[in-house]
C-alpha cells in the first residue's frame, strides 16, 4: 500500500485540478455571448449595469466605463450570443425619460457590414448621445 500512496495521491490532484478547469470553462460558458467596446464624447448617467438594447430588445449590457483616447468614455459591453453587429453599427446612448439623471441605456442599430468580432471597437464616428442643456 505504501508504494501506492503517491500514485494515489497524484490521480486525486489531477482529479481536483481537472474539476476545477472544468468549473471555470463551464461558468466562462454560462456567460456567453462577446464584448463589444464604444466610445462616446461623454456618458453621462450610464451606469455599469445598464442594459444594450437593439429594437427594443435587450441584447446585453454595460460591464466598464473608463477614459478613451482623448479623454472620452470608453464604454465596454457584454453582448449576448445571439445578437451580432456588424460592420457601420451605430451605438446610441439614449435616455429612459427626460427626468432620470441615471437611467440611460445603449442602442445599437445593426450595421450592414461583416460581423464584428469579440472585443471589436465601435468608434466616434458611429456613437451618438443626447444633447445636454444646463
Known amino acids: 500500500m505504501g508504494a501506492s500512496s503517491p500514485a494515489v495521491r497524484a490521480a486525486a ?4 485540478v481537472a474539476a476545477a478547469l472544468a468549473v471555470i470553462l463551464v ?3 454560462a456567460r456567453g455571448g462577446y464584448e463589444v467596446t464604444a466610445l ?4 453621462y448617467g450610464l451606469p455599469v449595469g445598464a442594459n444594450v438594447q437593439a429594437g ?5 449590457e454595460v460591464e466598464e466605463i473608463g477614459l478613451g483616447s482623448g479623454d472620452r468614455a470608453l464604454v465596454r459591453m457584454r453582448i449576448d ?3 451580432r453587429p456588424r460592420r ?13 439623471e441615471l437611467s440611460r441605456f445603449v442602442e445599437l ?8 468580432p469579440d472585443g ?3 468608434g466616434l464616428a458611429h456613437t451618438d448621445q443626447p444633447v445636454e442643456l444646463d
Open 13 to 16: 490532484v489531477l482529479a481536483l
Open 27 to 29: 461558468g466562462t460558458r
Open 40 to 43: 462616446f464624447e461623454q456618458a
Open 56 to 60: 427594443g430588445q435587450k441584447v446585453g
Open 81 to 83: 450570443g445571439d445578437f
Open 88 to 100: 457601420g453599427t451605430i451605438a446610441d446612448l439614449r435616455q429612459l425619460s427626460n427626468s432620470g
Open 109 to 116: 442599430t445593426r450595421g450592414d457590414g461583416p460581423e464584428l
Open 120 to 122: 471589436a471597437r465601435i
